[in-house]
């Protein structure tokens, strides 16, 4: 199996920055792609970034275009997330998973591992 561990969530203040890193292990890692996603209290898992494991092409949601930068290491096999100019609704508990089924990287049913998740929060 393939475990995902994410790290680097806190709280911050509006126009902060945070990066956040995603540790896979457990086997030889080669999936589609790695994707963020993000969960708000009371809302559904959205998606936030994804990035191609092997040619590195990223797609972001319109809501992170230009804010958010999702890079990987694939020696390592870990993927971040650098999160700048940060708000109030980018408050989330925040997603690392692996794409393994063939489609689109923004569509949650293509991912079959997911991290615990990791906490931002973003204050006024």
């Known amino acids: 199996q393939v475990l995902l561990v994410e790290s680097g969530g806190g709280l911050v203040q509006t126009g902060d920055s945070l990066r956040l890193s995603c540790a896979a292990s457990?086997?030889?890692?080669?999936?589609?792609?790695m994707g963020w996603f993000r969960q708000p209290p009371g809302k559904e898992r959205e998606f936030v970034a994804s990035i191609r494991w092997s040619g590195g092409y990223t797609d972001y949601a319109d809501s992170v275009k230009g804010r958010f930068t999702i890079s990987r290491d694939n020696a390592k096999n870990t993927v971040f997330l650098l999160m700048n100019t940060l708000k109030p609704e980018d408050t989330a508990t925040y997603y690392c998973?692996?794409?393994?089924?063939?489609?689109?990287?923004?569509?949650?049913?293509?991912?079959?591992?997911w991290g615990q998740g990791t906490q931002v929060t973003i204050s006024s």
């Open positions: 998973a692996a794409q393994t089924k063939y489609g689109s990287p923004s569509y949650k049913p293509n991912y079959d591992y």
């Open positions: 457990g086997r030889a890692f080669g999936p589609y792609a």
